[in-house]
């Protein structure tokens, strides 16, 4: 226990890998040590002197009521359900573990106040049921510091709750609001039933504002989002949202489902179900290297153009988004940033009369990567990205129940401008016509810019065919003729599910001629079309 050592332990045997057991240590206790390690020919070498100090002793206490938990080193156990006016349990020793062992913290049954209020580090809550028995306004089921919503001034290390259930009921009361690094947050219930407050006021059930570090995983939260942020411009590594489930309020629109905004990098954002009314299922704002895959993002919202898309990239730069799933009202993916790549996403736009498509790039989205991604019923919205950089396109297909058109080779983008000043250029259900056996894109005006890019090769595959011809209207007016082997080469046909694919050259309109069958019963109402 000094510098100057004492006793040794070790072992004579010659091998590569030594453990050596040291018994009869004292708990917190400060121990000094140094490692030699000899050959066989007798030479020795010392490593310099370290310490290390041993884990203090951990003592049991029962809780019977709500108090202040003042003891370090103690792990307390609920021994029977607990309730308070206000605040409940104020845990304000370091490295206390809390476990309600089932039983129920009933909080803020007249006061505003949390259910566990945590103003110390290395905090362990187990096995809670923490219920708001009122509904007073920021109300936590779980803070620090008595903060209540205001912005920290300070983190919190080492903190974790495990297998727990929340409820609130007041306005703004949250879940968990709380800033921690090396946060672990894991197999949560967690249910909002007042938030928010009003629409686009953006009230997430979950706050780990200034938090790094920090994981939430498994949970499932029910009537708001999950935010990560900085409330300075510090930079904050290492947060990581990865198999939860999270439901929007049935009653009330939502903003977020989840939010990674400013300073944040590095962030995941993996294998996470976001499903409700919210206005963005998924937001990334002024962060950099945020990484959204393997989501599944169901987000119907209210219809408000951009403001529901399921995807937002704002004024951030490197995101990758890849491999998710998402059906969305609005845009699928809007982006605004720079440098990022989409990939590999199954992207349904579930309003017809969304004009900003599956994928939006607008402004800044300088650099984008866009690749493998399955576009169903909604394209590519391209608008004003400046008078530098290029987006790139390649191998992505735009499908609907009836045809498919995929373009498998690398399209890129310059930047672009036209007379009017208005710089877009977009793939649409206008421009973009897939119907019943026939395929039509106008390359030569999409939106009010000009595309030329696209005019060239591509596959196309047609749904309910019988008996195909390739088919080609050079002169866009209706007069088909057969498609020659200098433009369309066939690449299959399948009798039984009836779907056949040829590729073209270039671009004008196609059709699959023969004896078309309809997918199912309805109208057939789309001019100049084959069923």
């Not at 050596?20 to 000094?32: A, P, Q």
């Not at 006061?111 to 936590?140: H, M, P, V, Y």
């Not at 017809?352 to 909604?378: C, M, Q, R, W």
Request: charged residues 10%.
């Amino acid at each position: 226990t000094t510098l100057g050592l004492g006793s040794s332990a070790g072992n004579a045997s010659f091998v590569f890998d030594r453990s050596v057991y040291i018994n009869g240590l004292v708990s917190n206790t400060t121990y000094f040590y140094n490692v030699s390690s000899c050959d066989a020919s007798g030479n020795c070498a010392t490593n310099g002197t370290f310490n290390f100090t041993t884990l203090a002793t951990v003592e049991n206490t029962n809780i019977s009521s709500c108090r202040e938990l003042t003891v370090s080193n103690n792990y307390y156990t609920l021994n029977q359900s607990i309730s308070s006016a206000g605040t409940c349990l104020t845990v304000s020793a370091i490295n206390v573990t809390v476990n309600c062992a089932g039983f129920t913290i009933n909080y803020s049954q007249s006061l505003q106040g949390a259910g566990i209020n945590i103003t110390a580090n290395r905090t362990t809550i187990i096995g809670c049921k923490i219920i708001q028995g009122s509904d007073n306004e920021s109300s936590f089921g779980i803070t620090f510091d008595n903060t209540f919503g205001n912005a920290p001034d300070h983190i919190l290390s080492n903190i974790s709750v495990l297998d727990t259930n929340i409820t609130t009921f007041g306005v703004g009361s949250l879940g968990i609001y709380i800033a921690t690094d090396h946060g672990n947050f894991s197999n949560l219930i967690i249910n909002t039933t007042n938030l928010p407050n009003s629409p686009s006021s953006g009230t997430a059930a979950l706050s780990f504002k200034d938090s790094k570090n920090t994981r939430l995983e498994n949970s499932r939260i029910y009537g708001g989002g999950v935010e990560f942020g900085s409330s300075t411009s510090d930079s904050l590594p290492g947060n990581v949202i990865i198999g939860n489930e999270i439901f929007s309020s049935t009653s009330l629109s939502q903003k977020y489902g989840i939010l990674v905004y400013p300073y944040l990098s590095g962030a995941s954002v993996t294998d996470n179900d976001v499903i409700g009314n919210f206005e963005e299922g998924v937001a990334v704002v002024q962060s950099y290297s945020v990484s959204i895959a393997n989501n599944f993002i169901n987000v119907t919202g209210d219809g408000v153009q951009i403001d529901n898309s399921a995807i937002v990239s704002l004024q951030a730069h490197s995101t990758t988004v890849s491999s998710n799933t998402i059906r969305a009202a609005g845009a699928g993916i809007y982006d605004l940033a720079n440098d990022t790549i989409i990939s590999d996403n199954n992207i349904t736009v579930t309003d017809p009369s969304s004009v900003y498509g599956a994928i939006y790039l607008n402004d800044f989205g300088l650099g984008a990567e866009v690749t493998n991604n399955l576009l169903t019923s909604g394209g590519i919205y391209l608008k004003h990205y400046g008078t530098n950089g290029s987006i790139s396109l390649e191998n992505n297909t735009f499908t609907n129940a009836y045809s498919s058109l995929r373009f498998p080779q690398q399209i890129n983008l310059s930047s672009f401008s036209n007379v009017s000043g208005l710089d877009y250029r977009e793939i649409n259900n206008t421009n973009l016509n897939l119907s019943s056996g026939k395929i039509y894109l106008n390359v030569a005006n999409i939106g009010l810019g000009n595309l030329s890019a696209f005019n060239t090769s591509a596959e196309l595959t047609f749904q309910g065919i019988t008996a195909p011809t390739a088919l080609v209207d050079f002169e866009d007016d209706n007069s088909f003729v057969s498609c020659p082997a200098t433009v369309c080469t066939n690449v299959s046909y399948n009798a039984t599910s009836q779907v056949y694919t040829y590729n073209v050259t270039h671009f004008t309109t196609y059709s699959a001629q023969g004896e078309v069958t309809p997918l199912a019963c309805s109208t057939l109402g789309s001019a100049n079309s084959v069923y």
